[in-house]
């Protein structure tokens, strides 16, 4: 029996990997809007980035910049906040387009969402009461 776990402690079992074109810019951008702080960052020889790693909250989101081999792919990211509406204003002052504002939805969930340059769609949310998401297990 191996001894290594299956996978890195602190890390989920699934991880979004998001490939864009301007990572570091997208980096900064879940810097300013998601207080997420960067895990570790290898460069290709022409210094983009070939392989990043950021943490929001208990999440791990891995990215890369675009090229030839694999490109720009847009994408959509659900992200669980203390305050949906201050993570909204930090997300939209970094430069997001605003797609919908903090709005209280029938699931229980304040929701806002908005679009940053690279192509990545964010729903930012904030819980706000039990019986949504999550209420009861789907069958199967």
Same mark, same amino acid.
């Given at each position: 029996?191996?001894?290594?776990?299956?996978?890195? @402690?602190?890390y &989920? /079992?699934?991880?979004?990997? %998001?490939? !864009?074109?301007?990572?570091?810019?997208?980096?900064? +951008?879940m =810097?300013e809007?998601?207080?997420a702080?960067?895990?570790m960052?290898?460069?290709?020889?022409?210094?983009?980035?070939?392989?990043?790693?950021v943490?929001?909250?208990?999440?791990?989101?891995?990215?890369?910049?675009?090229? @030839?081999?694999n &490109? /720009?792919?847009?994408?959509? %990211?659900? !992200?669980?906040?203390?305050?949906?509406?201050a993570? +909204?204003? =930090?997300?939209?002052?970094?430069?997001?387009?605003?797609?919908?504002?903090?709005?209280?939805?029938?699931?229980?969930?304040?929701?806002?969402?908005?679009?940053?340059?690279?192509?990545?769609?964010?729903?930012?949310?904030?819980?706000?009461r039990?019986g949504?998401?999550?209420?009861?297990?789907?069958s199967?």
């Amino acid at each position: 029996m191996n001894a290594t776990p299956f996978k890195p @402690a602190g890390y &989920p /079992a699934v991880i979004p990997y %998001l490939v !864009v074109e301007d990572a570091g810019g997208l980096i900064v +951008f879940m =810097r300013e809007a998601f207080a997420a702080t960067e895990i570790m960052r290898d460069l290709r020889p022409d210094g983009t980035i070939w392989h990043a790693q950021v943490r929001i909250g208990d999440a791990v989101v891995m990215l890369s910049d675009a090229n @030839a081999d694999n &490109p /720009a792919m847009p994408g959509l %990211l659900y !992200v669980y906040v203390e305050d949906c509406d201050a993570a +909204f204003a =930090r997300a939209t002052e970094a430069g997001a387009e605003p797609v919908m504002p903090p709005t209280v939805m029938d699931y229980g969930d304040r929701n806002a969402g908005v679009r940053h340059d690279s192509g990545i769609m964010w729903w930012i949310a904030t819980r706000t009461r039990d019986g949504g998401y999550g209420a009861t297990p789907a069958s199967a």
